[in-house]
């Protein structure tokens, strides 16, 4: 059972849910031989985002640490890579991207069930609703600046330099990824939705000849983002399960999903007065992404519809995960209900574009 330290004032953590909790003794016991400077008991708090990989506020005396952890149970093959987050975040810690330093990785199942790896605590803001609530317009205006400047920097990573050039397969990038999530959703639907169907055809048959291939995040919008506690500075981007070598516009497109959902669609922007609230219209904020990485203006559709297309296969598995109780977040069944709305709007973006 997890010790658990006293949580008022930390509303980001909940004690260890029972499908998470794992062996906190045996864990001291292993990370005191590879971190230096652990004296006393430590105490374990589990963070309360995430649908993924659980996370853990680890804390000893004044000290504190996070933990990132597969989930327990049977896994769909290549998802909760942890060991893929370390190895990036490892390799960016010395250029222009903003990430925790990594402290240790631990691949041996045994030690607490499942691989893991542990880095440093960052404190700062995170803003897990899109329209980001209770700052002023221009704050609002330059915290969503900031997110698009980091997401550029990513993009212009010289990944060679920084030791990934196997990180992933350059080239194909959507051919692999359509497959990819089409088998995914296979594996984890839990009811028929025609749509799904219709969009892997779709999808197959409308990859761009453009081949360009950088680092890409995988999973970039605002909730994985931490700000500078005062000012409007991207101090750390987390949850890199997703990473990989791939098309810059996958990820930019997947970043201004929400301007194609309602707010009552789960934390969308659609119908919502942008320019009053300070946050850019998805034009001007695709327009400041190329301005900042040199590229021409391009047709945004397919990205868009292969983004929505993606989101509906990774809810369906949060929905799946959900079904078999070893979900990483309380509110994963809500999540998960979003498959059938991702794949209808990204069916209706086909048909309003004349292209089904």
């Known amino acids: 059972m997890a010790r658990n330290f006293n949580y008022e004032g930390l509303s980001e953590t909940i004690p260890v849910r029972e499908a998470h909790q794992f062996d906190v003794d045996r864990f001291s016991e292993y990370i005191r ?3 230096d400077g652990l004296e006393g008991p430590i105490d374990v708090a589990q963070m309360r985002a995430g649908q993924s990989n659980p996370t853990y506020l680890l804390k000893c005396g004044k000290q504190e640490w996070v933990l990132r952890k597969k989930p327990p149970g049977e896994l769909l093959p290549s998802a909760h890579a942890v060991e893929r987050e370390y190895r ?10 903003p990430v925790a330093r990594m402290l240790h990785l631990c691949e041996d199942p045994d030690v607490i069930g499942t691989p893991f790896y542990v880095m440093e605590r960052m404190v700062g803001r995170v803003f897990h609703v899109n329209s980001v609530p209770d700052v002023t317009p221009q704050e609002r205006r330059e915290i969503w600046e900031a997110m698009n400047d980091v997401l550029a920097r990513i993009h212009r990573v010289d990944w060679k330099a920084c030791g990934l050039a196997d990180f992933g397969k350059p080239g194909n990038y959507f051919t692999r990824q359509v497959g990819r999530w089409g088998k995914q959703w ?26 360009e291939t950088t680092l890409i995040h995988g999973d970039f919008r ?8 005062v000012g409007p500075e991207v101090i750390a981007i987390f949850d890199w399960e997703l990473s990989t070598l791939g098309h810059p516009l996958g990820d930019l497109a997947y970043n201004i999903m929400p301007f194609y959902m309602a707010p009552e669609e789960f934390n969308g922007l659609k119908g919502l007065e942008l320019e009053s609230m300070g946050i850019p219209n998805p034009e001007d904020y695709v327009r400041r992404y190329c301005e900042t990485t040199d590229r021409p203006s391009f047709d945004l559709t397919f990205y868009m519809v292969f983004s929505l297309f ?3 296969a ?10 078999r109780g070893i979900a990483s977040s309380s509110n994963a069944r809500e999540v998960g209900a979003m498959t059938g709305l991702y794949a209808a709007r990204a069916w ?3 048909e309003t574009k004349g292209l089904a």
């Open 222 to 229: 605002l909730g994985n983002t931490m700000f500078h506690p």
């Open 310 to 312: 993606r989101m509906a």
């Open 88 to 97: 990036v975040q490892a390799a960016l810690i010395d250029t222009d991207v």
């Open 186 to 211: 296979h594996l984890s639907k839990q009811s028929d939705i025609p749509e799904m169907e219709r969009l892997i055809e779709w999808l197959s048959s409308h990859v761009p000849e453009d081949d």
């Open 33 to 35: 031989n590879q971190i």
């Open 314 to 323: 990774i809810a369906e598995g949060i929905l799946a995960r959900a079904a």
């Open 348 to 350: 209706g973006l086909i």
